[in-house]
């Protein structure tokens, strides 16, 4: 499988010739390193939750007039998305198939945020291999402790550096994937990850450095 990022939380997934994309936001379009053209032949979107950074909906209209992909999305997402003419199919707990991809879909609170509301959000388990926790560190994930690539925010109003080394260590992955930081300065992202790589290292866990748009992993 090769897992894609596209800024942010925007993440692709292929495998046996079928794309999977998670979370198409704002911050992955906004200064036209990424466009709707580059996802022309995904197959399925999934939106984790309804907050811009993860749903950009201009540029979902366009990924589907494209694509002509299936979306998954929260109950809130679909009533957001149905003004705009795109048919959305709600998500609910536990396994289901995409095409050759085999998800879990993990019902988990947002992390706290200055809201008056907070959405409704899954994290997703794909193939028993790969965990996306989108824009939560519930407990709840310990149950996937272990996994082969956990995917997870490192930036973000809502947490420090402390409490993504803390989670990260809770869970133990073998892999890291940062997501999140699509709002932060290139040079700033790159200190980021010269300060969370080497400290993953030294406890056994590989960090990815997915600063540039377009940078794979293969698993």
């Known amino acids: ?29 906004i200064d036209g390193r990424v466009t709707p053209d580059t996802f022309a032949t995904v197959s399925y979107v999934i939106i984790t939750h309804d907050h811009p950074d993860h749903l950009d909906i201009q540029a979902l209209k366009q990924i589907v007039a494209l694509s002509r992909a299936e979306v998954w999305s929260t109950g809130e997402v679909a009533e957001k998305l149905r003004p705009e003419g795109i048919a959305v199919n709600e998500l609910r707990e536990g396994d289901f198939q995409l095409g050759p991809f085999a998800l879990t879909a993990i019902e988990v609170p947002h992390e706290p945020i200055l809201a008056d509301q907070i959405p409704r959000m899954f994290a997703f388990l794909i193939d028993g ?91």
């Open 1 to 29: 499988m090769t897992i894609t990022k596209y800024i942010h939380s925007c993440v692709l997934l292929e495998k046996d010739g079928q794309q999977l994309l998670f979370d198409p936001g704002k911050f992955s379009f």
């Open 129 to 219: 291999r790969i965990l996306n926790t989108a824009d939560s560190f519930s407990d709840t994930l310990l149950a996937f402790r272990g996994v082969e690539l956990l995917m997870t925010p490192v930036m973000a109003p809502f947490l420090t550096e402390l409490t993504v080394a803390r989670f990260v260590e809770a869970m133990q992955p073998k892999q890291l994937l940062p997501l999140h930081d699509g709002y932060a300065k290139p040079f700033f992202v790159t200190q980021r990850y010269d300060n969370y790589g080497p400290y993953f290292e030294k406890r056994g866990i590989h960090f990815h450095r997915p600063e540039q748009p377009g940078q794979a992993v293969q698993l």
